[in-house]
């Protein structure tokens, strides 16, 4: 796609942050579509057993790789065996995510201590669940897709996520780029998102409260952008906030929807691919 619009927003008055640096993606590679995600009400079968530890075992850290999370602090009412998790990330690489360093994100982050406790049986079913707010956690294998999707196999310095929810997301996100920012209009939902992280104590992940749809300018360029809700169509200003080779993924349309893979390849030139279909809750304006 191509537009000559380049009008930043003005800055959000209610987030801060420092300046993060640009970064760029490598040359494409081969992009594997995503499934739909699919909510469900359905209880899981898996009796909650043992207790969390940190021994999970992930890719070994480079010089300038994403900081791996640490495990210290699970939350005691919900702790899930390394089992089940090892058992959702073998799941989503049989549905075709062949990332392994999103594969070891996964199994790394405990999707248990981001959901309610009533949901505790519910935590690695390969489903989305409710978080409230009329919102959702992602199915894990829909956030594994578009995380390999929007990675491509190559380096993430400065990510920005739009849609924290409860937080699960941009954990893995921290797993696999060098810094973080995550973007939550919904209040409560920015403040559950903190109190999920904070026994993480995660150095590389920055959230904010403010409107997603008018990105993060202070922070930019990103070289990959992550919606965890679905607009008629991608905000112009995120696109001007990706760098020059940067990837945004996107669940685009209202009653349909489907993925999005924008890449912007100029000043003013990106490229658009749609990939599967999906469902997300829409896309929103403002604060609440």
Partial sequence: MNDKRSNFPLPLSSVTGSAARPGGLPASQPIRVA???????NAAHTAVQGAF??????PA?????PVQVPL??????????????????QRVARQGVQDQLVLGALNTVPRHGFIEP???AQAYIDASLPIGHNQTISQPYIVARMIEVMRNGGQLNNVLEIGTGCGYQAAVLACVARNVY????????????????????IANLRLHYGDG???????APFDGIILAAAGIAVPQALLEQLSIGGRLVAPVGAQVQHLQLITRTGKAEWTSDTLEACHFVPLRPGIV
Avoid: F, Y
Avoid at 72 to 89: G, H, T, W
């Fill in 35 to 41: 499934t739909p995600q699919t909510a469900t009400r």
């Fill in 53 to 58: 530890a940190p021994g999970v075992a992930t």
């Fill in 61 to 65: 850290r480079q010089a300038g790789s």
């Fill in 72 to 89: 210290s602090a699970p939350r005691a009412d919900m702790m899930v065996s390394d089992a089940i998790r090892n058992a959702m990330v």
């Fill in 118 to 120: 009533a949901l505790s």
């Fill in 182 to 201: 995550s973007i939550e209009r919904i209040k409560p939902l920015h403040e559950l998102a903190k109190a999920n992280l904070r026994p993480l104590r």
């Fill in 213 to 219: 749809m008018l990105g993060l300018p202070q922070a």
